[in-house]
């Protein structure tokens, strides 16, 4: 009998020497980096703070490349997009109070988007913890509730000892799908009192799988096998889990017609015959799922964005694949199987039957029609024009990243990923700034690949501190800033709803000169030109800044 004393791996007699004889001059702040280094990780972002200097210090004694941001949120924007392009942890390191809670929008779109980000905070002295009032800089009450209804968990340490095994545990949660970010809080103290402890070398932090139940397999695929009318809504999920292939593969065995929703973007090929693509906010496509007789959802929740606006309403049986099991028949009732979007796909495949049906393809083509039609009818010429230069201009395997603005919006319904996990935006939670940092964050993870990010002019203003970082770094983002003089899609908004709009107008700079008193270069387009533009500072080395005067408008609703 093997018992589990049994597969303890003993230490080697070098192993050993090593441990008790560690380096002098550690801290706690190297148990931190010697952690992350043993995770795996290669690349952290951050900016630094008086409590979290233990930390920083210990990253140059370190092989972790630093990557750091202006602003707080913009570094938590910079690790999410490292986390979504790479599917790894990023490493997000912060300091106490003002500098922690300025991640929150960031943490809130990671964790929308299930962006694998490790934050890691430092925290007062352990003598000011407890929630009394001590004074201390930075103080908060509870600084960990802060994160708590955001992060997937909550990690603290009051000793050394307990940093690897915290960081560790971490880890583990932000890659165990669905994947999020997490939180780690580290007292100032601990970061910086020497210690004696070994050195942190290869931790195993293994994710879960979640994997789905065999039963429910088996129902999905006899409902898939003999539906009349399958259709599949392809989600995020879909993408994080790198199950693209599968999805096809699934589609074409029951010739069913797929839909991407806007966090889904490449999970299904644009031009595939049986590919509805991505117009989920019109009632043509609305009016097509609603007639399935199964509808099977892949790693999405069907929220708001992709429920245009919750006007759908379906008619046939729901199958629902989510990883989130908060996000399972939260808003339709089915046949929910929780499971990682890759297994449930693969298990689908070993037991679904072969179904033909010569219509599909016949199918898809009358809805796609009629959506270009609804399109072309509202005189829409200068918005496609734009979208289709941005695509003309764009490597197939650039990544893109995409603000909350006008062009953003037309994007997540017309524009053509060509490629999984390549077409990234702030739809998960909506807050403004995303675009830029974003970017940076790919790049950082890339250095060898052009990378677009997309803003409009307010939006722009969140970010434009981060031109020095994208200076500093030389990081090869080509930034496209569409300026409309304001919050152009609030202004449409308002103006729709009471008649006029306020608060949405804005003085702004020249984004021109201003980039270029950054040291990057900088080029004023129009819409004639912008597909040459766009490209001659894509294939430029380093950063760079391309200025769109233009006042573009949204397609018209089908939700109202």
């Given at each position: 009998?093997?018992?589990?004393?049994d597969?303890?791996?003993?230490p080697?007699?070098?192993?050993?020497?090593a441990?008790?004889?560690?380096?002098?001059?550690?801290?706690?702040?190297?148990?931190?980096?010697?952690?992350l280094?043993?995770?795996?990780?290669?690349?952290?972002f951050?900016?630094?703070?008086?409590?979290?200097?233990?930390?920083?210090?210990?990253?140059?004694?370190?092989?972790?490349?630093?990557?750091?941001l202006?602003?707080?949120?913009?570094?938590?924007?910079?690790?999410?997009?490292?986390?979504?392009v790479?599917?790894?942890a990023?490493?997000?390191?912060?300091?106490?109070?003002?500098?922690?809670?300025?991640?929150?929008?960031?943490?809130?779109?990671?964790?929308a988007?299930?962006?694998?980000?490790l934050?890691?905070?430092?925290?007062?002295p352990?003598?000011?913890?407890?929630g009394?009032?001590?004074?201390y800089?930075?103080?908060l009450?509870d600084?960990q509730?802060?994160?708590?209804?955001?992060?997937?968990?909550?990690?603290?340490?009051?000793?050394a000892?307990?940093?690897?095994?915290?960081?560790?545990?971490?880890w583990?949660?932000?890659?165990?799908?669905?994947?999020?970010p997490?939180?780690v809080?580290?007292?100032?103290?601990?970061?910086?009192?020497?210690?004696a402890?070994?050195?942190?070398?290869?931790?195993?932090?293994?994710?879960?799988?979640?994997v789905?139940?065999?039963?429910?397999?088996?129902?999905?695929?006899?409902?898939?096998?003999?539906?009349?009318?399958p259709?599949?809504?392809a989600?995020?999920?879909?993408?994080?889990?790198?199950?693209?292939?599968?999805?096809?593969?699934?589609?074409?065995?029951?010739?069913?017609?797929?839909v991407?929703?806007?966090?889904?973007?490449?999970?299904?090929?644009w031009?595939?015959?049986?590919?509805?693509?991505?117009?989920l906010?019109?009632?043509?496509?609305?009016?097509?799922?609603?007639?399935?007789d199964?509808?099977?959802?892949?790693?999405?929740?069907?929220?708001e964005?992709?429920?245009?606006?919750?006007t759908?309403?379906?008619?046939?049986?729901?199958?629902?694949?989510?990883?989130?099991?908060?996000?399972?028949?939260?808003?339709?009732?089915?046949?929910?199987?929780?499971?990682d979007?890759?297994?449930?796909?693969?298990?689908?495949?070993?037991?679904?039957?072969?179904?033909?049906?010569?219509?599909?393809?016949?199918?898809?083509?009358?809805?796609?029609?009629?959506?270009?039609?609804?399109?072309?009818?509202?005189?829409l010429?200068?918005?496609?024009q734009?979208?289709?230069?941005?695509?003309?201009?764009?490597?197939?395997?650039?990544?893109?990243f995409?603000?909350?603005?006008?062009?953003a919006?037309?994007?997540?319904?017309?524009?053509?990923?060509?490629?999984?996990?390549?077409?990234?935006?702030?739809?998960?939670?909506?807050g403004?700034?995303?675009g830029?940092?974003?970017a940076?964050?790919?790049?950082?993870?890339d250095p060898?690949?052009?990378?677009l990010a997309?803003?409009?002019?307010?939006?722009a203003?969140?970010?434009i501190?981060?031109?020095?970082?994208?200076?500093?770094?030389?990081?090869?983002v080509?930034?496209?800033i569409v300026?409309d003089?304001?919050?152009?899609?609030?202004?449409?908004?308002m103006?729709?709803?009471?008649?006029?709009?306020?608060?949405?107008?804005?003085?702004?700079?020249d984004?021109?000169a201003?980039?270029q008193s950054?040291?990057v270069?900088?080029?004023?387009?129009?819409?004639?030109?912008?597909s040459?533009d766009?490209?001659?500072?894509?294939?430029?080395?380093?950063?760079?800044?391309?200025?769109?005067?233009?006042?573009?408008?949204?397609?018209?609703?089908t939700?109202?």
């Amino acid at each position: 009998m093997t018992h589990d004393h049994d597969l303890v791996l003993r230490p080697t007699a070098a192993q050993t020497e090593a441990a008790l004889n560690p380096p002098a001059g550690r801290n706690g702040g190297d148990l931190v980096v010697e952690t992350l280094q043993g995770l795996g990780a290669t690349t952290v972002f951050g900016l630094p703070g008086q409590h979290a200097l233990g930390m920083f210090d210990a990253l140059r004694r370190s092989t972790l490349t630093y990557v750091g941001l202006r602003v707080e949120n913009n570094a938590g924007f910079a690790a999410d997009a490292y986390g979504r392009v790479t599917g790894e942890a990023a490493p997000l390191l912060l300091s106490t109070g003002p500098g922690a809670l300025m991640s929150l929008a960031a943490l809130q779109e990671a964790a929308a988007a299930s962006s694998p980000v490790l934050a890691i905070g430092s925290q007062v002295p352990t003598a000011g913890l407890g929630g009394g009032r001590h004074g201390y800089l930075h103080e908060l009450r509870d600084q960990q509730a802060s994160f708590r209804d955001i992060v997937k968990s909550v990690h603290t340490v009051r000793t050394a000892s307990q940093i690897p095994s915290a960081i560790a545990a971490a880890w583990k949660s932000a890659l165990t799908a669905p994947h999020g970010p997490v939180w780690v809080e580290i007292p100032q103290d601990v970061l910086l009192a020497e210690t004696a402890l070994p050195v942190v070398t290869a931790t195993d932090a293994t994710p879960e799988e979640v994997v789905p139940r065999p039963e429910l397999t088996a129902v999905a695929a006899h409902l898939l096998s003999t539906a009349e009318r399958p259709v599949i809504i392809a989600g995020g999920g879909v993408v994080r889990a790198d199950a693209s292939g599968k999805l096809r593969a699934l589609a074409e065995k029951i010739d069913a017609p797929v839909v991407t929703t806007f966090g889904g973007k490449g999970a299904f090929p644009w031009e595939h015959p049986l590919s509805l693509q991505s117009w989920l906010e019109d009632r043509h496509t609305t009016d097509f799922l609603e007639s399935a007789d199964v509808l099977l959802v892949v790693g999405s929740g069907l929220g708001e964005l992709s429920s245009n606006y919750h006007t759908f309403a379906p008619r046939g049986r729901v199958i629902q694949i989510e990883a989130d099991l908060g996000k399972l028949e939260s808003n339709h009732a089915g046949l929910g199987i929780h499971a990682d979007a890759r297994l449930a796909l693969s298990a689908l495949l070993e037991t679904v039957g072969d179904r033909r049906d010569p219509s599909a393809a016949d199918a898809v083509r009358e809805v796609l029609a009629a959506v270009r039609a609804r399109i072309d009818s509202q005189e829409l010429t200068l918005e496609q024009q734009v979208l289709v230069s941005v695509r003309e201009a764009l490597p197939d395997d650039s990544p893109s990243f995409w603000d909350m603005t006008i062009l953003a919006y037309w994007a997540w319904s017309a524009f053509d990923a060509r490629r999984p996990n390549t077409m990234h935006s702030a739809q998960g939670a909506g807050g403004l700034g995303y675009g830029f940092p974003a970017a940076l964050g790919a790049a950082a993870a890339d250095p060898t690949r052009p990378v677009l990010a997309v803003s409009g002019d307010g939006g722009a203003m969140y970010s434009i501190a981060e031109l020095a970082t994208a200076r500093q770094y030389d990081l090869p983002v080509t930034w496209l800033i569409v300026d409309d003089g304001g919050y152009g899609i609030l202004r449409e908004y308002m103006t729709d709803a009471f008649g006029k709009a306020t608060a949405t107008e804005l003085a702004r700079p020249d984004f021109v000169a201003l980039a270029q008193s950054f040291g990057v270069p900088a080029t004023r387009t129009s819409p004639e030109t912008l597909s040459e533009d766009l490209a001659e500072a894509l294939s430029r080395p380093g950063p760079s800044v391309v200025v769109l005067p233009a006042l573009l408008r949204m397609f018209a609703p089908t939700h109202l």
